[in-house]
Nanobody
Framework: QVQLVESGGGLVQAGDSLRLSCAASGRTFSSYAMGWFRQAPGKEREFVAAIRWNSGTSYYADSVKGRFTISRDNAKNTVFLQMNSLKPEDTAVYYC???????????????????WGQGTQVTVSS
């Protein structure tokens, strides 16, 4: 049974940092892309960042480029999202997701991901 478990969310002030973790289990993820998406109240779920497990190639939304960094620890089967210079508009529930053999055109689209975590709340106060 595949499980993605996020942790690390919280309440911070604008300009602060947080590191989210996503612990993956239940299968081999070497051919997967691991993505972070977020959803604010009343808004669509949006792409934040993704990384290919085997190559480490990463992708970012323009809104977080230069502030967020996605990485993975193969030994621990864990993906991280380091979030720096947080802004109030980063407030959302953040979800970890896994998608198999995703071409570049599909990495940023939540519809193509197969597995999802339960989400972790990130709140940034001004």
């Amino acid at each position: 049974q595949v499980q993605l478990v996020e942790s690390g969310g919280g309440l911070v002030q604008a300009g602060d940092s947080l590191r989210l973790s996503c612990a993956a289990s239940g299968r081999t993820f070497s051919s997967y892309a691991m993505g972070w998406f977020r959803q604010a109240p009343g808004k669509e779920r949006e792409f934040v960042a993704a990384i290919r497990w085997n190559s480490g190639t990463s992708y970012y939304a323009d809104s977080v480029k230069g502030r967020f960094t996605i990485s993975r620890d193969n030994a621990k089967n864990t993906v991280f999202l380091q979030m720096n210079s947080l802004k109030p508009e980063d407030t959302a529930v953040y979800y970890c997701a896994a998608g198999a053999n995703l071409p570049i055109a599909r990495v940023t689209t939540h519809f193509y991901y197969d597995y999802w975590g339960q989400g972790t709340q990130v709140t940034v106060s001004s």
